[in-house]
């Protein structure tokens, strides 16, 4: 603004005046180059194309372009600079007048190195993204100077190695992103001081080992570490013993075979753990027991054919257990969750040979309100499994069932939650007759289970053989008993009729007495009937 009015000036006072002109054009010379010396530090700077420069945020932002070198004319009082999806090539000596930078974004940029001592006067600097560059080394003299920054992103480089102390002079740093490298080796001491280090991520490398023992031990505030996407092949014993704060551990296609029994040894403050996509033959069964407070659990993409019973024994906290895309999966043993009495999501989807849930595989659990079933080979689901009524969730679509009698209760149950329920619905695959009908759509008689149904048929024959027993029983009974009731037979005329009107007065007593009791106690109606047919026995049947 000020810089357009003086300008503006000076071609008035030019125009005025012709026989002076010589002077003018100085006095325009002076108050130009006064300008551009006074611009940078008044704050009134060049900002460059395809960037937004705001002097009272002190914010400049870059958007995608093709800036190649740091710009150097901005407003040096700036805190915050963002030039990313640019031609970057290297941070050069210009960084240098940037000193009141507290976040800077330099992501996505062409960056193949970074020179030593590049932020040597950045002590103010919390955040630095330098991802997705082509970074290919950093030493012990890059981050020289970042004494207060939290945040440092160097993912999708390719940084092959961390050296002996390369990220000791940040002493504040708490998320460092190292993930998508080519990081095959790490000095034990590269990680050295940063004990307020909570989030790293190493995952998307070349790490064939785990690190040395000394490299996490001095990360004492670890909390979440990411180690997928690498080759480890085995974990041995103890291999995050010095981790004791460590709440998230995420080793998703990590290349795992095989896990020692005390791989997460001192790990006691876990509560998630990823440990899908690896080609573990067995669940680890051992080695989780150890998690006490372990709450949710990945395990799907693995080689393993069978959850045995007691499989995940010794979790006792464990609310969500997701093992999807298992391919071999067949069974699940009875009592294969047994323990996890606090199991709330159980996420067993996409198991393409799942095809046996034994009896009581499914435990009762209180808290269990959501269970995936979806795209696994069941054929059929015992009522007996789970109350499954009591499912707030339940997806059991793109499984090959028969609609047959056994599944009359599952075609109950989803017509009675029926709105409750947004999910695809299930869908026949056999009887052939049947295949491509929802379950839900059938009518009962198709079920099968009004026609020569099993259990009618057991029921049936349990009848028929309880009668024979009987038969036999009375006919036994009759006929050891045979004299007294021959005697009983001959004395039969005699006794008669004393009983028979011991009956009689019996029932008029009765009436008399107990009427008035009887009123009080039952209806009208039934007392009148009461009467009536007591009344009538003698009538008709002397
Ligand atoms: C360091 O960062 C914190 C915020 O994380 C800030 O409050 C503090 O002022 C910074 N110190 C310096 C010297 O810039
Ligand atoms: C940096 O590393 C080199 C070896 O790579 C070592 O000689 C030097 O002492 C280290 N400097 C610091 C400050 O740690
Ligand atoms: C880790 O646990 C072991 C026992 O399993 C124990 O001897 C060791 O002191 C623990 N480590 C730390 C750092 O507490
Ligand atoms: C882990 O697997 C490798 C290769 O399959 C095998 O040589 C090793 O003995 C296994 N270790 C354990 C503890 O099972
Ligand atoms: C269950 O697992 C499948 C397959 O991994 C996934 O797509 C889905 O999001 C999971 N559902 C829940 C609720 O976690
Ligand atoms: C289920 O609900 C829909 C509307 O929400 C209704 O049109 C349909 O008739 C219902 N089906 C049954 C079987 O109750």
Request: charged fraction near 15%.
């Amino acid at each position: 603004m000020s810089r357009r009015r003086s300008s503006a000036m000076a071609i008035t006072m030019s125009s005025s005046s012709s026989s002076s002109m010589w002077c003018w054009w100085w006095a325009v010379l002076v108050v130009a180059l006064g300008l551009l010396l006074v611009v940078p530090t008044n704050g009134l700077a060049n900002c460059p194309n395809g960037c937004e420069c705001d002097d009272e945020t002190l914010m400049v932002n870059c958007g995608v372009g093709t800036l190649d070198v740091l710009p150097i004319a901005l407003n040096p009082s700036i805190q915050r600079l963002v030039i990313k999806n640019n031609k970057l090539k290297t941070i050069d000596s210009s960084m240098t007048f940037y000193s009141q930078l507290t976040f800077l974004d330099l992501s996505y940029n062409d960056m193949v190195s970074l020179p030593e001592d590049s932020f040597k006067y950045h002590a103010k600097l919390q955040q630095l993204h330098l991802n997705h560059n082509k970074i290919g080394q950093v030493s012990n003299r890059t981050f020289r100077g970042l004494s207060n920054l939290s945040v440092l992103n160097l993912r999708g480089n390719l940084l092959a190695e961390l050296e002996y102390g390369c990220f000791t002079p940040m002493l504040k740093l708490e998320e460092l992103n190292l993930g998508q490298n080519r990081i095959s080796h790490i000095d034990a001491h590269a990680l050295d001081k940063l004990s307020q280090l909570r989030v790293l991520y190493l995952d998307d490398n070349t790490l064939t080992t785990m690190p040395a023992e000394l490299t996490f031990k001095a990360l004492p505030n670890l909390a979440e570490l990411y180690l997928g996407t690498n080759s480890f092949m085995s974990l041995p014993a103890g291999s995050f013993k010095e981790l004791l704060g460590l709440t998230h551990l995420d080793m998703r296609g990590a290349g795992l075979h095989n896990i020692s029994s005390a791989a997460f040894a001192n790990l006691s403050a876990l509560r998630y753990l990823d440990l899908s996509d690896n080609r573990l033959a067995a669940v680890p069964t051992a080695a989780l027991a150890t998690l006490g407070r372990l709450e949710q659990l990945y395990l799907g993409q693995n080689d393993f054919q069978s959850i045995a019973s007691g499989a995940f024994e010794g979790l006792r906290e464990l609310r969500q257990l997701h093992i999807s895309g298992a391919q071999h999966l067949q069974r699940i043993d009875a009592g294969a969750f047994v323990g996890n009495s606090n199991l709330e999501l159980l996420n067993l989807s996409s198991n393409k040979q799942l095809s046996v849930l034994q009896p009581s595989a499914l435990a009762s659990f209180p808290h269990l309100h959501t269970v995936l079933l979806k795209e696994n080979q069941l054929h059929t689901l015992a009522d007996a499994l789970l109350p499954w009524a009591d499912l707030q969730t339940l997806e059991l679509a793109d499984n090959p069932f028969v609609c047959d009698c056994q599944l009359m209760w599952l075609r109950n149950l989803l017509i009675s939650r029926n709105g409750s329920q947004q999910h695809a619905p299930v869908i026949c695959g056999y009887p052939a007759n049947l295949r491509g009908l929802p379950l839900t759509q059938l009518a009962e008689p198709l079920l099968g289970c009004a026609h020569g149904a099993a259990n009618k048929q057991a029921i049936i024959g349990i009848v028929v053989v309880v009668c024979a027993a009987l038969t036999t029983g009375l006919a036994l009974v009759l006929y050891t008993c045979r004299r007294r009731l021959r005697e009983l037979i001959k004395g039969h005329s005699a006794l008669g009729r004393k009983e028979r009107e011991y009956q009689k007065t019996f029932s008029d007593e009765e009436y008399m007495t107990r009427a008035p009791a009887g009123a009080a106690a039952y209806p009208s109606f039934n007392s009148q009937h009461y009467l009536g047919s007591r009344a009538g026995i003698p009538v008709t049947e002397l």
